[in-house]
């Protein structure tokens, strides 16, 4: 899931492949997620520690109004600490904006 810059609410580009995503949950068992949400190599740590948690409690509260428990998924914040691109310009920027999810 992808964010726009400085924002934590999920796009709608991106809620379909949310719903995919709860549709399956929903037929499993025995499910736990970790919901991990990142920034960008801009903004000091703490903010950008306090914006990734944001990010990933926006991602589990849209899972969960689909009807997903919130005691199966787990939240974390890496801030800007673990960027899945490492160059340092603004599409690079926009691919670290992100919150992942991993089904445990």
């Known amino acids: 899931v992808y964010f726009d810059y400085d924002r934590s609410s999920v796009n709608k580009s991106d809620r379909p492949m949310l719903e995919t995503n709860a549709r ?3 037929s499993e068992q025995d499910w736990h997620l970790l919901i991990s949400g990142h920034c960008d ?3 000091s740590e703490s ?3 306090v914006l990734g948690e944001r990010r990933a409690r926006s991602v589990q509260r849209y899972l969960s109004d689909l009807g997903l428990p919130s005691s199966q998924m787990q939240i974390v914040s890496y801030g800007k600490e673990k960027p ?3 160059e340092h310009n603004p599409e690079c920027w926009k691919q ?4 992942h999810f991993a089904m445990q």
């Open 47 to 49: 903010y950008n520690l």
């Open 96 to 99: 670290n904006r992100r919150a």
């Open 24 to 26: 399956f949950l929903k």
């Open 41 to 43: 190599e801009r903004g």
């Open 84 to 86: 899945f691109c490492g």
